[in-house]
Nanobody
Framework: QVQLVESGGGLVQDGGSLRLSCAAS????????VGWFRQAPGKEREFVAA????????NYADSVKGRFTIARDNAKNTVYLQMNSLRPEDTAVYYC???????????????????WGQGTQVTVSS
């Protein structure tokens, strides 16, 4: 069982930046792939970014490519999402998710992850 705790959300102005963190309880977190998803009010949860167990490969939704960066520090059991050039349409609850996997492919669908955090709110004002 893995517990995931997101932090770093908040209110930011259009064009601003935030860095989200996803801290995991598992000592073997380095063997988990991790994804970030977001859900805006009245919308389905959508993929944002993903990173494989080693950090060697990442994947992004087209809507955030070039603005967001996912990275991990396995020594700290933490995955980060650096969000730059934020827009009002980025407003959502952001969730991190994980599945134990040595697979070197990134996965973009919610059903491909077993563990989820409670989410952190990101609000971008115009």
């Amino acid at each position: 069982q893995v517990q995931l705790v997101e932090s770093g959300g908040g209110l930011v102005q259009d064009g601003g930046s935030l860095r989200l963190s996803c801290a995991a309880s598992a000592r073997t977190f380095s063997s988990y792939r991790v994804g970030w998803f977001r859900q805006a009010p009245g919308k389905e949860r959508e993929f944002v970014a993903a990173i494989i167990w080693s950090g060697a490969s990442t994947n992004y939704a087209d809507s955030v490519k070039g603005r967001f960066t996912i990275a991990r520090d396995n020594a700290k059991n933490t995955v980060y999402l650096q969000m730059n050039s934020l827009r009002p349409e980025d407003t959502a609850v952001y969730y991190c998710a994980a599945r134990r996997s040595w697979d070197n492919s990134n996965y973009n669908y919610t059903y491909e992850y077993d563990y989820w955090g409670q989410g952190t709110q990101v609000t971008v004002s115009s």
